[in-house]
């Protein structure tokens, strides 16, 4: 038996990896169930209604996540330091979550929950998301570039953590915040323009932008 299970809960795995198929008549996978497993791709079925915080972190070989319908709960950094996550495919049938091209979002498509890290170039925000969520786009060192539409008006902190290759991004005048280490370790930055509307910058939103040499702040920010 590759799974630890009590109460219907997966608390943890201890298989080889490669495609890992959660059995039948499970209810939740627990926090950091697969923490630092060799899992590849996982399947998890009907019936499982939670996914607690951390369940998939650490996975550096896990490529695709297949979640079904019964889906209800993902947690925090369910998927942190997954540097080879691909995609995250979620059932048409669901009623809360929702995937279009991999990227993980609320069923009504007004949150960005999770960008896969292997996603790369220039990624455009679909319109209509209000909200990336804390640490979304988390070690998604391939992309240039990300378009945020003007209907985004609150960014999670750590948002864009670890985008080495970001060089632009567009920030909405809608936002008024520019939230805790943002834009950390966002290397390739040059230059920044903090746009009129903003009204505060957190502690470390340019932490470790060691290439960043001109940045604008609008008069609207009222607090540093």
């Given at each position: 038996m ?24 499970i ?11 060799a ?5 998890i ?5 939670s996914?607690?915080?951390?369940a ?14 019964t889906?209800?709960f993902?947690?925090?950094?369910v998927?942190?330091?997954?540097i080879y ?9 669901n009623?809360?979550?929702?995937s ?6 609320d ?7 999770v ?31 990300i ?16 985008c ?14 520019l ?6 370790n ?13 009204e ?25």
């Amino acid at each position: 038996m590759d799974f630890v299970i009590k109460d219907k809960c997966v608390v943890k795995y201890t298989g080889k990896g490669g495609v890992v198929d959660i059995p039948q008549g499970i209810e939740i996978i627990g926090e950091t169930a697969f923490n630092k497993s060799a899992a590849e791709v996982i399947n998890i079925p009907k019936g499982v209604k939670s996914i607690n915080s951390g369940a998939f972190c650490a996975c550096t070989k896990l490529k695709t996540v297949n979640i079904s319908e019964t889906v209800e709960f993902i947690g925090d950094n369910v998927f942190y330091g997954d540097i080879y996550l691909t995609e995250i495919n979620v059932a048409s049938k669901n009623p809360f979550f929702k995937s279009v091209n991999g990227v993980l979002y609320d069923k009504e498509m007004k949150t960005l929950l999770v960008c896969p890290k292997k996603v790369s170039g220039i990624f455009a925000v679909p319109e209509g998301i209000e909200e990336i969520k804390e640490l979304s786009f988390d070690g998604c060192s391939g992309i240039t570039e990300i378009k945020l539409p003007s209907s985004v008006n609150k960014i999670g902190g750590r948002g864009f953590w670890g985008c080495a290759k970001l060089e632009k991004i567009n920030i909405s005048k809608n936002i008024k915040k520019l939230p805790n280490s943002v834009f950390y370790n966002c290397a390739a930055l040059k230059e920044f323009t903090v746009p009129e509307g903003i009204e505060e910058i957190a502690d470390r939103v340019f932490g470790y932008c060691f290439y960043l040499k001109k940045a604008v702040i609008a008069k609207s920010v009222k607090k540093i």
